[in-house]
Nanobody, 124 residues
Framework: QVQLLESGGGLVHAGGSLTLSCGVS????????MGWFRQPPGKEREFVAA????????DYLDSVKGRFTISRDNTKNTVYLQMNDLRPEDTANYYC?????????????????WGQGTQVTVSS
């Protein structure tokens, strides 16, 4: 069974940075895509970023382009989300997601496994 565990969330002031990590256990990462999603308070879950198996193809939510970077280290079974210039509207619970196919997608229903989430709070 695939299990995902997010870490790295916390409280920061506007303009600050955080790096989220997602460790995958139960199997070795092999030939699969990964994604990050978030759910702000009182709002629906939304796509943030995704990365394919090789790491050569990525996609981002428009509002985070130029500020967030998704990357992966398959030898460590780990995916990262570097977040810079954080804004109060970035406040949300952030979720890591696993997809069996190697290609990326922004559709949350196409991901098979999810982590429990890590809270990111950005104060003004």
């Amino acid at each position: 069974q695939v299990q995902l565990l997010e870490s790295g969330g916390g409280l920061v002031h506007a303009g600050g940075s955080l790096t989220l990590s997602c460790g995958v256990s139960g199997r070795t990462i092999y030939n699969n895509a990964m994604g990050w999603f978030r759910q702000p308070p009182g709002k629906e879950r939304e796509f943030v970023a995704a990365i394919n198996w090789s790491g050569h193809t990525t996609d981002y939510l428009d509002s985070v382009k130029g500020r967030f970077t998704i990357s992966r280290d398959n030898t460590k079974n780990t995916v990262y989300l570097q977040m810079n210039d954080l804004r109060p509207e970035d406040t949300a619970n952030y979720y890591c997601a696993f997809r069996y196919p190697s290609e990326i997608t922004i559709d949350s229903t196409e991901y098979q496994y999810w982590g429990q989430g890590t809270q990111v709070t950005v104060s003004s």
